[in-house]
């Protein structure tokens, strides 16, 4: 009952920044949260960012004071800016609704960091 698009994603150097995108469309007032993963080649699938309905973030550490999740209620959009990156940046970052029930997954979005 939701769908995510991202955006955003692209080719940047290190130290540059990248800002991200997740549209979301449907049952918006089901969502409690939202955040953002990313998936290197050969990793896992980690989370990178999230903030709940009541504003409530989180970080993972490699990217603390590095970027920054918000929401724009008013265009049910979720961003992700991001600063100062590094090579090891480089994953697909994919944003996720999160319910009460199961999840709901956006088709993710390319960022490379490389010179």
């Known amino acids: 009952q939701v769908q995510l698009v991202e955006s955003g994603g692209g080719l940047v150097q290190p130290g540059g920044s990248l800002r991200l995108s997740c549209a979301a469309s449907?049952?918006?007032?089901?969502?409690?949260?939202m955040g953002w993963y990313r998936q290197a080649p050969g990793k896992q699938r980690e989370l990178v960012a999230r903030?709940?309905?009541?504003?409530?973030?989180n970080y993972a550490d490699s990217v603390k004071g590095r970027f920054t999740i918000s929401r724009d209620n008013a265009k049910n959009t979720t961003y992700l800016q991001m600063d100062s990156l590094k090579p090891e940046d480089t994953a697909v970052y994919y944003c996720?609704?999160?319910?009460?029930?199961?999840?709901?997954w956006g088709q993710g979005t390319q960022v490379t960091v490389s010179s």
């Open positions: 996720t609704a999160i319910l009460l029930g199961p999840n709901y």
């Open positions: 449907g049952s918006i007032s089901s969502i409690r949260a």
């Open positions: 903030i709940t309905s009541a504003g409530n973030i």
